[in-house]
Nanobody, 122 residues
Framework: QLVESGGGSVQAGGSLRLSCAASGYTASTYCMGWFRQAPGKEREGVAG????????YYADSVKGRFTITKDYAKNTLYLQMDNLKPADTGVYYC??????????????????WGQGTQVTVS
């Protein structure tokens, strides 16, 4: 089970940190990612992370502003979002699947999804 938290409303230029608590998964063996979906748009990959030290991936639109990390002791995935823009508004989902992944920012690579958390930037 994947449970996201940390969403909310923030003004442009502000920051939020999303969390995804994973139960029934071992963060050290799963690839994980963050996706978002705005109203009327397809779900898009925001950031992905492999197992220890094996790389992180970001959509061009968030590079330099978002940081994905894993806390292996807490089995939790994070997304630190800084300098938020109105275009970042949407429902954010975390996802997990066994590594390796061919395309870590593509939704079809992931078998397990959280319920989502809303992020609104005005």
């Amino acid at each position: 089970q994947l449970v996201e938290s940390g969403g909310g409303s923030v003004q442009a230029g502000g920051s939020l940190r999303l969390s995804c608590a994973a139960s029934g998964y071992t963060a050290s063996t799963y690839c994980m990612g963050w996706f978002r979906q705005a109203p009327g748009k397809e779900r898009e990959g925001v950031a992905g992370i492999y197992t220890r030290g094996r790389g992180t991936y970001y959509a061009d639109s968030v590079k330099g502003r978002f940081t994905i990390t894993k806390d292996y002791a807490k089995n939790t995935l994070y997304l630190q979002m800084d300098n938020l823009k109105p275009a970042d508004t949407g429902v954010y989902y975390c996802a997990a699947n066994y590594c390796p992944l061919v395309a870590p920012l593509m939704a079809y690579e992931y078998a397990n999804w959280g319920q989502g958390t809303q992020v609104t930037v005005s």
